[in-house]
């Protein structure tokens, strides 16, 4: 039985070799760009590169800050105006090239902007793919300050962030979260000492080395994706891409929860963004959904899925931002009227589905029209 054993261990290795050598000759590899982090579960690694092409298509480059962008100094050259922007995989946008991505043209946008007052835009990008709200908070607290921010601009993604928020809707055992208890934020930082946490660093130093395992990721990865989150199609062959309670009024207790937690972890990164003399501004993202250019489709999954008010959660969002004290840009309506219009996805790609999933090229030009646009109005305020 041990013989036998052995030598099917033996022919598994030698064919896992021979995939090895394989992948390695005809240039077949999906390399990782992430790394275990001991207070953020995961962040990007220093260096990496990597070319996606599962979803849009784009060569990725991580500076040695951990960053997708440029390396930028830690002091804040004179003359400077810089904006931190915190996100997650809209942030990070691997869906398209840097110079398409709408924090980069936003950078561009902003130089006309006259509440500047001659002070040259600079926009530092530290998006990181799904993260939520806890994370973007402690982002903020070990990594950005340094570069000395004057405003943070927040990007946040109704259709995803609040589950992210909730360890019991999420139920990642490799992020940290935010309680509330007794009125006050708490962090929950387990993750670093679950077993979980401990095997995602020998599955990064696999990926780092093996492409075999890079292609069994992908593979799987790409399986995957639809069901995690949540997308489902329809009769009329549109997909409702997130779960339909983010659209109403949170009716049980875990979701009420998720809310709490989500609208006081804001309140926090204000309070700590204010303290630094800085700003914050938050700023809602859009689902595939909610900017479908198609109107009769659109409003019979809306119908279907009992949704009376596709931005609840941008409005919700807004009023607390009127209460905290920090402004909200809400983007979707405005680029739902956009893609009406046009009649132009401004998410999907062809190697994908049209209508769904991240950012296209048109999508993140405009998000960074209408980000400067109301960016600009924020600063040119007294």
């Known amino acids: 039985m041990t013989a036998r054993l052995l030598l099917l261990a033996s ?6 070799l021979i995939a090895e050598l394989g992948l390695r000759v005809l240039g077949i590899s999906h390399a990782s760009i992430g790394t275990v982090d001991p207070v953020r579960g995961w962040a990007l690694r220093p260096g990496a590169s990597a070319h996606k092409s599962t979803e849009g298509e784009s060569d990725v480059e991580i500076n040695a800050d951990g960053q997708r962008d440029r390396l930028h100094a830690r002091q804040k050259p004179p003359g400077t105006f810089r904006i931190a922007v915190l996100g997650d995989s809209f942030t990070l946008a691997s869906h398209v090239a840097v110079e398409q991505t709408y924090w980069s043209i936003l950078e561009s946008l902003l130089e006309e902007c006259s509440g500047l007052a001659g002070r040259t835009p600079e926009v530092i990008n530290f998006g990181v793919t799904g993260y939520g709200t806890a994370q973007e908070l402690l982002t903020l607290r070990h990594h950005v300050w340094e570069y000395e921010p004057d405003l943070v601009l927040l990007a946040f993604l109704p259709g995803n962030d609040f589950k992210n928020n909730s360890r019991a809707l999420a139920q990642d055992p490799l992020a940290p979260y935010m309680l509330l208890e007794n009125g006050e934020l708490v962090l929950d930082d387990r993750f670093r ?21 890079q ?39 875990v979701w009420q929860d998720a809310w709490a937690v989500t609208e006081a972890i804001l309140q926090q990164m204000n309070r700590e963004v204010r303290e630094r003399d800085a700003m914050l501004v938050v ?68 190697n994908t589905v049209m209508g769904i999933g991240h950012w296209n090229v048109d999508g993140h030009a405009l998000v960074a029209e209408l980000a400067a646009r109301d960016l600009c109005e924020i600063l040119d305020r007294p």
Do not use: C
């Open 11 to 16: 022919a598994l290795l030698f064919s896992m």
């Open 193 to 213: 000492d679950s077993r979980e946490f401990r095997n995602k660093k020998w599955a990064y130093n696999a990926l780092h080395y093996s492409w075999l395992a």
């Open 215 to 253: 292609v069994v990721k992908q593979a799987w990865v790409g399986s995957q994706a639809m069901l995690r989150q949540g997308v489902r199609p329809t009769a009329e062959g549109v997909f409702l891409d997130y779960d339909h309670r983010l659209y109403r009024e949170p009716d049980t207790a």
């Open 283 to 350: 700023t809602t993202l859009s689902s595939g959904l909610q900017v479908y250019p198609d109107r009769s489709s659109r409003e019979k999954v809306y119908a279907t899925a009992g949704i009376d008010d596709p931005f609840y959660a941008d409005h919700r969002l807004r009023a607390a931002g009127d209460r905290f004290g920090f402004p909200v840009i809400t983007l979707a309506p405005r680029m739902l009227e956009h893609a009406e219009r046009e009649q132009v996805y401004l998410h999907g790609f062809q």
